[in-house]
């Protein structure tokens, strides 16, 4: 199936941009604190993101110390704001799919991810790909929705409350049929795909990665205080990150 470019879509765009310009959403509480803990040293090192929309983590890797960066996606308006909001000489950014790396020609010695994998169909390919591109000893970073949200067919799971409207559980249901799946997020039909966790952690072992640490962050204190929302990732987690490496 070709892939879809949602974020090129202008009423989607519009929503997502103005969610990410919250002060306090489940990236900058949540998700960014925890990958940012498992980043490897960048001093002097090659990184491609891949799915790197406004370029924000990108310029983070210069600012780090990475000597060159390659910010891939599929969606020109997300690389229009990369390259205004996002831009240093050691920064490409490329309007391609991340289903066309093996067509890059030069290795990396990290490749990140936040939050795309789950928009892509063929993940064992992928791992294939990306482990291909790596150098020896080089690191695989990513997030992506958690399987647990990924599941349900309709793309909802849903909490259960208690009498006092407190949440108490989450239903979800599909988890072991795998494919895609259709939300909606500011627009209808929003195409993602749910793997299992053993299909992506499979994925990875059979392109040879070594597993480092898998994550599904929970909420710090520091953070809780300041979204108390967040005591819902105890109910379930929202995402999942894993690190791993070229052997
Ligand atoms: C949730 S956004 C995350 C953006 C960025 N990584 C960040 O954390 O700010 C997902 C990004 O993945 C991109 N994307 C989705 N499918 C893609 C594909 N097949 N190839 C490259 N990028 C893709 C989208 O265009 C979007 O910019």
Same mark, same amino acid.
């Given at each position: 199936?070709?892939?879809?470019?949602?974020?090129?879509?202008?009423?989607?765009?519009?929503?997502?941009?103005?969610?990410?310009?919250?002060?306090?959403?489940?990236?900058?509480?949540?998700?960014?604190?925890?990958?940012?803990?498992?980043?490897?040293?960048?001093?002097?090192?090659?990184?491609?993101?891949?799915?790197?929309?406004?370029?924000?983590?990108?310029?983070?890797?210069?600012?780090?110390?990475?000597?060159?960066?390659?910010?891939?996606?599929?969606?020109?308006?997300?690389?229009?704001?990369?390259?205004?909001?996002?831009?240093?000489?050691?920064?490409?950014?490329?309007?391609?799919?991340? =289903?066309?790396?093996?067509?890059?020609?030069?290795?990396?010695?990290? *490749?990140?991810?936040?939050?795309?994998?789950?928009? *892509?169909?063929?993940?064992?390919?992928?791992?294939?790909?990306?482990?291909?591109?790596?150098?020896?000893?080089? =690191?695989?970073?990513?997030?992506?929705?958690?399987?647990?949200?990924?599941?349900?067919?309709?793309?909802?799971?849903?909490?259960?409350?208690?009498?006092?409207?407190?949440?108490?559980?989450?239903?979800?249901?599909?988890?072991?049929?795998?494919?895609?799946?259709?939300?909606?997020?500011?627009?209808?039909?929003?195409?993602?795909?749910?793997?299992?966790?053993?299909?992506?952690?499979?994925?990875?072992?059979?392109?040879? &990665?070594? *597993?480092?640490?898998?994550?599904?962050?929970?909420?710090?204190?520091?953070?809780?205080?300041?979204?108390?929302?967040?005591?819902?990732?105890? *109910?379930?987690?929202? &995402?999942?990150?894993?690190?791993?490496?070229?052997?």
């Amino acid at each position: 199936m070709s892939n879809q470019n949602i974020y090129d879509n202008e009423i989607f765009f519009a929503g997502y941009s103005e969610l990410r310009s919250r002060e306090i959403n489940s990236n900058t509480m949540l998700e960014q604190p925890a990958m940012k803990e498992l980043l490897p040293d960048l001093n002097g090192k090659a990184v491609l993101d891949l799915g790197c929309g406004c370029g924000s983590n990108c310029l983070e890797f210069v600012l780090n110390g990475a000597k060159r960066v390659v910010g891939v996606d599929i969606s020109e308006k997300m690389l229009e704001v990369a390259k205004k909001e996002a831009t240093d000489e050691k920064i490409e950014y490329k309007n391609m799919s991340m =289903t066309d790396i093996s067509t890059l020609d030069e290795k990396f010695d990290l *490749i990140y991810s936040s939050l795309a994998f789950h928009y *892509i169909e063929d993940f064992a390919k992928l791992c294939e790909d990306m482990y291909a591109l790596l150098n020896e000893n080089g =690191t695989l970073l990513f997030s992506q929705e958690h399987p647990l949200i990924t599941a349900t067919v309709d793309g909802n799971g849903h909490y259960n409350k208690d009498e006092n409207g407190r949440k108490i559980s989450y239903t979800f249901s599909n988890y072991n049929e795998p494919g895609e799946r259709y939300v909606h997020w500011y627009v209808d039909g929003v195409r993602k795909y749910h793997r299992t966790f053993s299909d992506t952690i499979n994925a990875l072992a059979k392109a040879n &990665f070594k *597993i480092e640490e898998v994550c599904e962050p929970k909420p710090q204190s520091w953070a809780m205080e300041k979204w108390p929302a967040l005591y819902d990732e105890y *109910i379930k987690p929202s &995402f999942l990150i894993v690190k791993a490496r070229k052997v």
